[in-house]
């Protein structure tokens, strides 16, 4: 692989790569060109294969890419030639779709840990765990050998929330909460406001409307 610093967005496409192989791969495709996977995609085929070569060579000009191989490869790439184990703070609503949302387990992830300081939620089960007090989160951190963490927890509480995480050996976050989060230097952490995302929509959705008047 090589040694130059990938593009984050080069990242986020070559997921949605991974994803629509492993669909090809289920309808029994073998063969793949760039353009083909560019159109299933969204983007352009040199697009496609800019990012592809990031990691190396691939395909076969004239004849396409092995989908199987090509899969395996992004999979790979990726980290998900292994499973990730996950700890969730916060068991209300957001917490309960993450636990029972089915496609962290087809991409090797696995929520192993459930954790609010709600005493009416502690003790409770969301899916197949159970939701535990914040303490015992370091005894499941080492079982698991867990080094991400979800945030799903109002904003006051989130700060805290992180602290305690990386206290206990977490390296990486994704966070939920609404609120800017102080870490410490080599964490990675990676924020989703849903917010934000719809207030994107509304704009692109008014600046079309503005251009038609």
């Known amino acids: 692989m090589k040694t130059l610093r990938v593009p984050e967005a080069t990242v986020t496409r070559l997921s949605i790569y991974s994803r629509y192989l492993e669909r090809l791969d289920r309808n029994g495709v073998t063969t793949v060109s760039s353009g ?52 969730l703070v916060g068991a209300g609503n957001l917490g309960y779709a993450l636990c029972t949302y089915k496609g962290f387990n087809s991409r090797g992830f696995k929520i192993v840990g459930v954790f609010d300081n709600d005493l009416t939620k502690i003790g409770k089960k969301i899916a197949e765990l159970e939701v535990l007090p914040m303490e015992k989160m370091p005894d499941v951190i080492k079982e698991h050998r867990a080094r991400i963490g979800i945030i799903a927890v109002p904003p006051r509480a989130a700060q805290d929330v992180a602290d305690f995480m990386v206290k206990n050996g977490l390296e990486a976050i994704l966070n939920f909460a ?36």
């Not at 990675?188 to 038609?212: C, M, P, W, Y």
């Open 36 to 87: 083909e996977i560019a159109e299933g995609v969204g983007v352009s085929p040199a697009q496609v294969r800019k990012d592809l070569a990031y990691f190396g060579e691939f395909g076969t000009r004239g004849v396409g890419y092995n989908v199987k191989d090509l899969m395996r490869y992004t999979k790979k790439i990726l980290g998900l030639d292994q499973e990730w184990p996950l700890i």
């Open 178 to 213: 609404p609120v800017a989060l102080n870490l410490p230097e080599g964490i990675e952490i990676r924020n989703v406001d849903l917010s934000v995302k719809l207030e994107i929509l509304t704009f692109n959705l008014g600046f079309k409307s503005a251009q038609r008047l």
